[in-house]
């Protein structure tokens, strides 16, 4: 049960970071905002893996190619596009675009490691990419090939795609996971240090953005990584790795909460998508010739370190 209450809490933690976050990009920019958080963060997480995982530093970083190669990819790139889309476009449709993220795994996996991918996986990324597509253009799908999309949809797309990227160049990592989000966090902090400085970055002057940067920093960024990780103990991750689910869940309820508007187009395809995303991941049933439970099966393919799964969030 504690583990159960720990996934749900980190799930809400890293909702927040769309609702805050979009709050926060209208003042700072995306850069200042990805640079403030992880610098206020990495400290933290470097004294958290180090209490929690007790990781060999020497044999860690042995591994900085590509830590410092998922850095980019998830930890700075997904973030950056993440936090520019929310400019240009609201949280809830952001998180439901986000929702298509296993089905583009699926396809990922098949295309760059000739992994198999089956018919549902096929069926359920064409699902998905119909509810990407109703969401993107608030249900004129015609208009996709007649009028300029939103350009913070599109953004969105790409952080998918390369948060897709960012899990398969991850996968077999022998790198704990609080430990290498700790350090692809100094990475991005140490990396985006000179942009941010020449450009003049600063504390925020509103106290309310203030609090917005210092809430990610905790909570999406450490908080939701204690919680998830501590959960991954008693849960298995493939079973942890449905709960992610709850980011879009909650993304959407705190928005309408606080009086943001849900479209018809964006229900309908966010349920799509999630249909989709069933689909893309599901197993069929094995015939079971003895009575009793048969052998666990995983999903078609592993999706990705999930201890090290909200990075991006």
């Known amino acids: 049960m504690k583990a159960t209450i720990a996934l749900v809490l980190a799930t809400l933690m890293w909702a927040g970071n769309y609702i805050v976050g979009s709050l926060a990009v209208e003042t700072i ?32 970083l042995q591994h900085w190619p590509r830590l410092l190669l998922l850095a980019g990819l998830g930890v700075g ?106 350090v692809q966090g100094t990475f991005v902090a140490v990396l985006l240090a000179p942009v941010a400085l020449l450009g003049g970055t600063s504390w925020p002057a509103d106290a309310a953005i203030g609090w917005a940067v210092i809430f990610i920093a905790i909570f999406p960024s450490i908080g939701s990584y204690v919680l998830w990780n501590s959960a991954l103990k008693r849960i298995p991750p493939g079973r942890a790795g449905l709960f992610l689910n709850l980011i879009t869940v909650f993304t959407v309820i705190i928005a309408v909460v606080l009086g943001a508007q849900l479209s018809t187009p ?27 439970p048969g052998p666990e099966s995983g999903p078609a393919i ?6 090290r799964a909200r990075a991006r969030q």
């Not at 920019?29 to 929690?52: E, G, K």
């Not at 349920?271 to 069929?284: C, E, H």
């Open 29 to 60: 920019s995306p850069v200042d905002l990805t640079w403030l958080r992880w610098s206020l963060a990495c400290v933290p997480l470097l004294i958290l893996a180090q209490v929690v995982e007790k990781p060999r530093w020497g044999q860690v």
């Open 266 to 292: 964006q229900v309908v395809g966010g349920v799509i998508v999630f249909a989709g995303v069933a689909l893309s991941t599901m197993r069929p049933a094995r015939r079971q010739t003895v009575p009793g």
């Open 302 to 307: 592993d999706h990705g370190p999930s201890d």
């Open 77 to 182: 790139g997904y973030n950056l596009l993440l936090y520019t889309a929310l400019q240009y476009t609201s949280p809830q449709s952001a998180s439901l675009i986000n929702a298509a993220n296993p089905a583009v795994m699926v396809v990922l996996a098949a295309v760059l490691l000739r992994e198999r991918i089956s018919w549902r996986g096929i069926a359920g990324l064409l699902l998905g990419l119909v509810g990407v597509v109703l969401i993107i253009t608030n249900g004129a799908l015609a208009s996709v090939f007649t009028r300029s999309l939103n350009t913070g949809d599109l953004l969105m797309v790409a952080a998918i795609v390369v948060w897709s990227l960012y899990t398969i160049v991850g996968r077999g990592l022998a790198v704990p996971p609080i430990t290498a989000t700790a």
